[in-house]
């Protein structure tokens, strides 16, 4: 089953984009509201029956941990709209593989080792490049818009800060894996909560296109929850490299189902990107 638990997370997380952008008449509010509320509701039947322990202060950093996912995830999900989901993932995955491990480096001290940090910063320098090569658009398309991408990579920038503190917060935390994934959702369904609040937006809790969306919620839970079972079996690195794989689904997903459009120099550029993020992160984790 380790294998299985090994490859789940790439799977779950590749074809979460493509449910996402299937999902006619949907909006940003749909989406991440039906992400977010099939989530919880997955974390809480695993919580129901595995009855782990929780701490106060386990379920609250969890739960700001979820809260920062949100703002992620609502960037990334605009960005779909915007310039595609061939485009987006590769730029938002290698963002988050570029801060992950420095918020390691500064703040828990990873990379300890001269070899380690030699690989580590190669590996960064290569994400950066991959991510560059990947923005590439092409003229004459509604994503080769100049302006159109320039506002959404800044957005995606601004945004993955979320996605990168998310996923730092849990290595502050010391407590079971499952209780960790509940306290997240809880704080994903709070913050998407106050999110539709502001926004004026609390009708669309009870819209179709709402629950339509709860698909990506179930693979995006699945995944994770398959991704903390694979860190146990296969260990921390391999586990996180392998799940990067979802940048290739994703990408190639989006040319090949939602025939998102490249021309001939655009699609090369994308694929010598995704080599590089993989490369990149693998250098990052395994060395």
Same mark, same amino acid.
Request: charged share 10%.
């Given at each position: 089953?380790?294998?299985?638990?090994?490859?789940?997370?790439?799977?779950?997380?590749?074809?979460?984009?493509?449910?996402?952008?299937?999902v006619k008449n949907?909006?940003?509010?749909?989406?991440?509201?039906?992400? @977010?509320?099939?989530?919880?509701i997955f974390g809480?039947?695993?919580?129901?029956?595995?009855?782990?322990?929780?701490?106060?202060?386990?379920?609250?950093?969890?739960?700001?941990?979820?809260?920062?996912?949100?703002? $992620?995830?609502?960037?990334?999900?605009?960005?779909?709209?915007?310039?595609?989901?061939?485009?987006?993932?590769?730029?938002?995955?290698?963002?988050?593989? /570029?801060?992950?491990?420095?918020?390691?480096?500064?703040?828990?001290?990873?990379?300890?080792?001269?070899?380690?940090?030699?690989?580590?910063?190669?590996? /960064?320098?290569?994400? /950066?490049?991959? @991510?560059?090569?990947?923005?590439?658009?092409? +003229?004459?398309?509604?994503?080769?818009?100049?302006?159109?991408?320039?506002? &959404?990579?800044?957005?995606?920038?601004?945004?993955?800060?979320?996605?990168?503190?998310?996923?730092?917060?849990?290595?502050?935390?010391? $407590?079971?894996?499952?209780?960790?994934?509940?306290?997240? &959702?809880?704080?994903?369904? =709070?913050? =998407?909560?106050?999110? &539709?609040?502001?926004?004026?937006?609390?009708?669309?809790?009870?819209?179709?296109?709402?629950?339509?969306?709860?698909?990506?919620?179930?693979?995006?839970?699945?995944?994770?929850?398959?991704?903390?079972?694979? @860190?146990?079996?296969?260990?921390?690195?391999?586990?996180?490299?392998?799940?990067? *794989?979802?940048?290739?689904i994703s990408t *190639?997903?989006?040319?090949?189902?939602? +025939?998102?459009?490249?021309? +001939?120099?655009?699609?090369?550029? &994308?694929?010598?990107?995704?080599?590089?993020?993989?490369? $990149?992160?693998?250098?990052?984790?395994?060395?």
């Open positions: 089953m380790k294998y299985v638990y090994l490859f789940l997370p790439a799977i779950g997380w590749g074809l979460m984009p493509l449910v996402i952008a299937s949907s909006t940003v509010y749909n989406q991440i509201v039906g992400t @977010v509320a099939a989530s919880f809480a039947i695993v919580m129901a029956i595995m009855h782990p322990a929780m701490s106060w202060s386990l379920f609250l950093l969890s739960a700001l941990g979820g809260a920062c996912w949100v703002i $992620g995830q609502v960037g990334q999900y605009i960005s779909y709209e915007k310039i595609g989901v061939s485009e987006t993932m590769p730029i938002s995955t290698g963002l988050q593989l /570029i801060g992950v491990p420095l918020v390691g480096v500064l703040a828990f001290g990873e990379w300890s080792s001269p070899q380690a940090k030699l690989y580590g910063f190669i590996g /960064i320098l290569v994400l /950066i490049i991959g @991510v560059v090569l990947t923005s590439f658009t092409d +003229r004459g398309t509604s994503e080769g818009n100049k302006s159109n991408q320039v506002s &959404t990579i800044i957005l995606l920038v601004l945004t993955s800060l979320g996605y990168i503190t998310s996923s730092s917060i849990p290595k502050a935390l010391h $407590g079971n894996s499952v209780s960790i994934f509940f306290g997240q &959702t809880f704080g994903m369904l =709070v913050a =998407v909560f106050i999110y &539709t609040l502001v926004t004026k937006n609390l009708h669309v809790w009870k819209e179709k296109s709402t629950v339509q969306s709860g698909g990506a919620g179930i693979l995006y839970a699945i995944a994770a929850l398959a991704y903390i079972l694979s @860190v146990q079996d296969n260990g921390v690195n391999m586990a996180f490299v392998i799940s990067q *794989l979802c940048v290739v *190639l997903g989006g040319l090949i189902f939602l +025939r998102e459009k490249k021309t +001939r120099k655009g699609l090369i550029f &994308t694929i010598a990107g995704l080599i590089l993020i993989i490369g $990149g992160a693998m250098l990052t984790t395994l060395f």
